[in-house]
């Protein structure tokens, strides 16, 4: 009953915030937005990406505490949900992590551990894991590194930099070099032998996979 809660307060949030956002935003900036992920859909970026069945790629990331967390050594104990995000700074991202830390103790109860990856330097890391109150590791993945293993990176265009920067959300400065490269939000469940199970992979950063289908995976392992 708790993860039926939590994604529906996923999707009703994230309905609630576009909602909201093409109430206030001017119509040429939705439109726009509209239209960089259109392309980003077309340039088949997502079907690059690490699929169910594959082997994940190991990694070695610090967290935000300065200790160092490995997939090879969380799988020892059991699956891990391992999902990528775009930063603190995207809406989107700040409502994805906090539905997911909402469903870190049922993730727990299923043997498994949960870990966020961005590109984000550890000082905007340790934010995120503040102000979001993120009872799970936070890792910082350096020019997208990892990300790019897993098929998920992507520039942004000239538009979009145009767009964040009147956003006022300084990528670079957030990440820590010049690349403008992000990675699609990603969210993967990964077994005990690093085979993929759940994969789960949109170029439009609005839409992000609910807790319920974690769970519903997790037990499927469990079971």
């Known amino acids: 009953m708790t993860s039926e809660i939590t994604a529906t307060t996923l999707r009703d949030r994230i309905a609630e915030f576009m909602q909201n956002m093409a109430k206030h935003a001017p119509h040429e900036v939705v439109s726009t937005l509209a239209a960089e992920i259109r392309k980003l859909a077309e340039s088949g970026i997502a079907n690059r990406t690490i699929a169910v069945g594959a082997r994940a790629p190991d990694f070695s990331l610090p967290d935000a505490r300065g200790g160092k967390v490995s997939l090879s050594t969380l799988v020892q104990t059991g699956p891990t949900v391992v999902t990528f995000y775009r930063g603190g700074w995207c809406p989107f991202c700040d409502l994805q992590l906090r539905a997911y830390q909402g469903a870190i103790t049922e993730i727990r109860?299923?043997?498994?551990?949960?870990?966020?990856?961005?590109?984000?330097?550890?000082?905007?890391?340790?934010?995120?894991?503040?102000?979001?109150?993120?009872?799970?590791?936070?890792?910082?993945?350096?020019?997208?590194?990892?990300?790019?293993?897993?098929?998920?990176?992507?520039?942004?265009?000239?538009?979009?930099?145009?767009?964040?920067?009147?956003?006022?959300?300084?990528?670079?400065?957030?990440?820590?070099?010049?690349?403008?490269?992000?990675?699609?939000?990603?969210?993967?469940?990964?077994?005990?032998?690093?085979?993929?199970?759940?994969?789960?992979?949109?170029?439009?950063?609005?839409?992000?996979?609910?807790?319920?289908?974690?769970?519903?995976?997790?037990?499927?392992l469990r079971a």
């Open 109 to 220: 109860s299923l043997g498994a551990e949960l870990v966020a990856i961005s590109p984000q330097t550890p000082n905007f890391a340790i934010a995120d894991v503040s102000t979001k109150e993120l009872a799970f590791p936070v890792l910082t993945d350096a020019h997208n590194q990892v990300a790019k293993l897993y098929g998920l990176v992507f520039v942004l265009s000239d538009v979009m930099k145009e767009l964040q920067k009147a956003f006022g959300n300084p990528i670079p400065k957030f990440n820590g070099d010049d690349s403008w490269e992000l990675p699609m939000p990603g969210t993967f469940v990964i077994d005990k032998n690093r085979v993929v199970r759940l994969a789960h992979v949109d170029p439009d950063y609005m839409k992000r996979l609910e807790p319920v289908a974690i769970l519903d995976v997790l037990r499927e």
